[in-house]
Each structure stands twice: as C-alpha cells, then as structure tokens.
C-alpha cells in the first residue's frame, strides 16, 4: 500500500514529513517536532524585533544625544549674535548722541564766532568814525 501525502505535508517548511507521525520517544534526533521548531522559530522572530527595538532605542538615543549638542551649539551662537546685535544698537544710539552733541556744540561755537566778528565789525567801524 502506498502512503499518498497531502500536498500541504509536502510544502510545508515547518512540518518534517513522517517522523511527525511517529510516538515522541521514537523520532529522530535530527528533527525536532513541529511544537519545538515553531517555538524556536517565534523566539528566533522574538528575538530579532527585541534585539531590533534595543539598536532603534540605541540609535535614537545616539541620535538625540549628537543632535542635542549640536542645538545647544547653535543656540550659544545665536545667543551670542543677539548680544552682539545688542551691544552694535546700543553703540549705534551713543554714537548718534555725541554725534548729536558735536553738531550743537560746532553750531554753537559758529554762532559764537559770528558774534564775536560783528563785534570786531562794529568797534572797527566806531573806531573809523571817530
């Protein structure tokens, strides 16, 4: 009598073929039952995901580290240009100021100097007519 296989014993990678019929104490050493390979294969899959979520973990980790040191770099910098920026507005104002404060000062030393040639002016021209 021939024994016939169902098609899905044949293309089945989990399933062994015959020895899964045959009592426990009796199998083949070589193979395994389906229970321990499907059991071996899971934790294998187990396994790789945990073994992928502590590398992402790791990396990410990693990541936020090298990430974080860049931020704060460029949050230095920027902290560094907004003083600049400050320091170039407040020399922009005293500038203006004294500026300011020369423009008055020559204006003032003009209208004093103008006076003072009138003056020169009217003593020269009373000292003519006299």
Do not use: F
């Amino acid at each position: 009598m021939a024994v016939i296989r169902p098609e899905w014993a044949i293309t089945n990678p989990l399933n062994p073929g015959v020895e899964m019929y045959a009592p426990p104490d009796r199998r083949s050493p070589e193979q395994p039952n389906t229970v321990d390979r499907v059991a071996v294969l899971r934790s294998q899959v187990v396994e790789a995901a945990q073994s992928n979520h502590r590398s992402a973990e790791t990396l990410d980790t990693l990541i936020r580290r090298i990430a974080g040191a860049s931020m704060d770099e460029i949050d230095g910098a920027i902290r560094e240009l907004e003083n600049t920026r400050e320091m170039l507005r407040r020399e922009g104002e005293r500038i203006s100021r004294e500026i300011a404060g020369y423009a008055g000062l020559c204006q003032a030393s003009t209208t004093a100097v103008k006076m003072i040639a009138s003056s020169i002016a009217k003593l020269k021209d009373e000292d003519a007519a006299r």
